[in-house]
């Protein structure tokens, strides 16, 4: 008799584990980026890339679907961001937090994604030591390191720079962008003549007064990071507007300065500008073809991605991929990790995987030149770096050779 209640109990445990996993299950995904103000259009071009990722695979994740429920950062200062991300753990029990373009926003959230163990996919912000923040945050977007330690070995060695000026917004992927230039730079031979903060991420400044002491100093290169969004069209106009290419200064810098959403406001002023970065629209790549192709069909033909959607689109990819091994149940913080430490994937800007020790995006790096042609700017890839880490956390650098948490 009671071998047989046993079995009866069983075979119903069976069946009910069935229809769970045969259940279709909503995922609650929180997305948190600038979404009114004066980074809006970053918010949007994030918030573009990683819907279009869920419209292209619409089966990928079974029956299964996401809620993507958006908050608004409204400004690139933390505290708004981490109130968001409380009441997106709290209120609305999301399993996930994705988005997050601005370093101070990804940073405020670190703490509670540790607490309250909720994992955290970074589509942008770009202070290298983000990921010692917390254990549960892997990034997909890119490392200030990337580009400024290319950018620096570059300007030396193959522009043949012997003395440099960089000029930075003054938060802290700023900082890190010109101290990795200054790295790359020095090994190579150059020297640093000047250092420039620049104002802030919130607001567009003036930059002649900083031009102006850039001149008096007579680089032969300026190396200038300002964060994606209005910034980067006054520095190349004010470039232009202190004749600084007839000095002799040549503008370089990460491709955050041609992002290109922004690059053909620019006008004349962006051609001969040397960047280094990992994404932009111009790859020539059959994978970076078809996501032109898809963004232009679902935005319009004049819409075009630059790198912050297509870290939105990746990052929605390594989401999908940590939905995909919680086998139809909640997404657990170790879980997540356990999949996208090592996750690989085929991005628009080329292939691209989690470093599986620091949970930090690896990827190639493009050496690039605006030219003109046809009447549009467009950007011509110089030189290719493969499989790029961070040199940072490689170099165990401050605060990227610790753990933070
Ligand atoms: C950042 O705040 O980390 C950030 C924002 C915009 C960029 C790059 C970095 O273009």
């Given at each position: 008799?009671?071998?047989?209640?046993?079995?009866?109990?069983?075979?119903?445990?069976?069946?009910?584990?069935?229809?769970?996993?045969?259940?279709?299950?909503?995922?609650?995904?929180?997305?948190?980026?600038?979404?009114?103000?004066?980074?809006?259009?970053?918010?949007?071009?994030?918030?573009?890339?990683?819907?279009?990722?869920?419209?292209?695979?619409?089966?990928?994740?079974?029956?299964?679907?996401?809620?993507?429920?958006?908050?608004?950062?409204?400004?690139?200062?933390?505290?708004?961001?981490?109130?968001?991300?409380?009441?997106?753990?709290?209120?609305?029990?999301?399993?996930?937090?994705?988005?997050?373009?601005?370093?101070?926003?990804?940073?405020?959230?670190?703490?509670?994604?540790?607490?309250?163990?909720?994992?955290?996919?970074?589509?942008?912000?770009?202070?290298?030591?983000?990921?010692?923040?917390?254990?549960?945050?892997?990034?997909?977007?890119?490392?200030?390191?990337?580009?400024?330690?290319?950018?620096?070995?570059?300007?030396?060695?193959?522009?043949?720079?012997?003395?440099?000026?960089?000029?930075?917004?003054?938060?802290?992927?700023?900082?890190?962008?010109?101290?990795?230039?200054?790295?790359?730079?020095?090994?190579?031979?150059?020297?640093?003549?000047?250092?420039?903060?620049?104002?802030?991420?919130?607001?567009?400044?003036?930059?002649?007064?900083?031009?102006?002491?850039?001149?008096?100093?007579?680089?032969?290169?300026?190396?200038?990071?300002?964060?994606?969004?209005?910034?980067?069209?006054?520095?190349?106009?004010?470039?232009?507007?202190?004749?600084?290419?007839?000095?002799?200064?040549?503008?370089?810098?990460?491709?955050?300065?041609?992002q290109d959403t922004q690059l053909q406001g620019?006008?004349?002023?962006?051609?001969g500008v040397v960047t280094a970065h990992h994404?932009?629209?111009?790859?020539?790549?059959?994978?970076?073809?078809?996501?032109?192709?898809?963004?232009?069909?679902?935005?319009?033909?004049?819409?075009?991605?630059?790198?912050?959607?297509?870290?939105?689109?990746?990052?929605?990819?390594?989401?999908?991929?940590?939905?995909?091994?919680?086998?139809?149940?909640?997404?657990?913080?170790?879980?997540?990790?356990?999949?996208?430490?090592?996750?690989?994937?085929?991005?628009?800007?080329g292939p691209i995987s989690i470093d599986a020790?620091?949970?930090?995006?690896?990827?190639?790096?493009?050496?690039?030149?605006?030219?003109?042609?046809?009447?549009?700017?467009?950007?011509?890839?110089?030189?290719?770096?493969?499989?790029?880490?961070?040199?940072?956390?490689?170099?165990?650098?401050?605060?990227?050779?610790?753990?933070?948490?």
């Open positions: 008799m009671k071998k047989h209640l046993i079995t009866a109990l069983s075979a119903a445990g069976i069946v009910a584990l069935a229809a769970a996993q045969s259940e279709a299950r909503e995922y609650k995904i929180g997305f948190i980026g600038p979404m009114s103000g004066g980074a809006a259009q970053l918010g949007q071009q994030m918030e573009r890339g990683a819907r279009l990722y869920m419209k292209l695979h619409p089966n990928e994740l079974g029956g299964n679907t996401v809620k993507m429920i958006v908050r608004d950062s409204k400004r690139p200062g933390g505290p708004i961001a981490k109130a968001a991300a409380q009441e997106l753990i709290t209120r609305e029990k999301v399993e996930l937090i994705t988005g997050l373009i601005f370093s101070p926003n990804a940073m405020s959230v670190a703490p509670l994604a540790t607490k309250a163990k909720v994992p955290v996919v970074i589509m942008n912000a770009g202070t290298a030591f983000i990921p010692n923040m917390s254990p549960y945050m892997v990034r997909v977007s890119f490392t200030m390191w990337q580009a400024g330690f290319i950018m620096g070995q570059h300007a030396a060695g193959k522009l043949g720079c012997k003395t440099a000026v960089s000029g930075y917004t003054n938060y802290p992927p700023g900082k890190d962008s010109i101290a990795a230039f200054r790295k790359g730079f020095e090994a190579s031979g150059g020297k640093i003549v000047d250092e420039i903060p620049m104002g802030s991420p919130a607001k567009v400044p003036d930059f002649t007064p900083f031009f102006q002491r850039t001149k008096s100093k007579k680089p032969n290169c300026l190396y200038v990071f300002v964060p994606a969004g209005n910034h980067a069209s006054a520095v190349a106009k004010t470039y232009q507007s202190l004749a600084m290419r007839k000095a002799g200064i040549a503008l370089v810098g990460p491709g955050d300065i041609t620019m006008g004349s002023a962006a051609v994404y932009h629209m111009f790859l020539k790549s059959k994978e970076n073809q078809g996501f032109l192709k898809a963004w232009k069909a679902e935005y319009g033909k004049n819409s075009v991605p630059d790198f912050v959607g297509v870290g939105g689109y990746d990052g929605m990819a390594a989401v999908y991929a940590a939905i995909k091994a919680s086998n139809g149940g909640r997404i657990t913080a170790d879980g997540a990790m356990k999949t996208l430490r090592g996750w690989k994937f085929n991005s628009p800007r020790e620091t949970r930090d995006i690896v990827q190639n790096v493009y050496i690039s030149v605006v030219r003109q042609s046809g009447g549009k700017l467009v950007q011509e890839v110089q030189q290719k770096f493969d499989a790029v880490k961070d040199k940072c956390k490689e170099l165990k650098l401050g605060k990227c050779g610790k753990k933070l948490y």
